[in-house]
């Protein structure tokens, strides 16, 4: 998504910090993508369903329609493979906001060796001002996931 559309989507809260955090990526150089800010019940529902049919196997719908429902939900990440193991989510309050690397033209969806840096100075600057980050989360890390 867009740098406006993500701030249109943003609580108002949160809105000033956000807009700082992205001022100061921009300005360190990195490249990003904000894949997602606010997010209904029924797209993390089908994102907890995608998560589950892929850990687990045992959900009888075949994968694509997945996919598709996802789509068309306004999820933005259809691709990846567990994006959230939780009902619950500062998405929905649009105080939460998902922040890939870039690399060349390839959206880093996953946390790796060869981008793990970049991650990391995501998160510094995120954190710097005043968000969480999901890859400092106990057990299971969100690495794109940033809230307030
Ligand atoms: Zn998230």
Request: charged share 25%.
């Amino acid at each position: 998504m867009t740098r406006q559309q993500a701030l249109n989507e943003i609580e108002s809260s949160c809105k000033t910090q956000f807009e700082n955090a992205l001022n100061e990526l921009d300005k360190a150089g990195i490249i990003y993508f904000i894949s997602e800010v606010k997010r209904t019940l029924t797209t993390q529902l089908l994102y907890a369903l995608q998560g589950r049919l892929k850990i687990g196997n045992d959900i009888d719908m075949p994968f694509e329609t997945l996919r598709r429902l996802c789509k068309e939900n306004g999820a933005r990440e259809p691709g990846k493979d567990i994006i959230t193991k939780t009902l619950q989510s500062n998405h929905f309050s649009g105080k939460a906001i998902d922040i890939v690397p870039v690399i060349g033209s390839a959206i880093q969806w996953t946390y790796t060796d060869a981008n793990k840096n970049l991650f990391q100075s995501i998160a510094e600057i995120m954190k710097r001002n005043g968000f969480r980050w999901g890859g400092d989360w106990e057990g299971w890390k969100d690495y794109p996931h940033y809230e307030m």
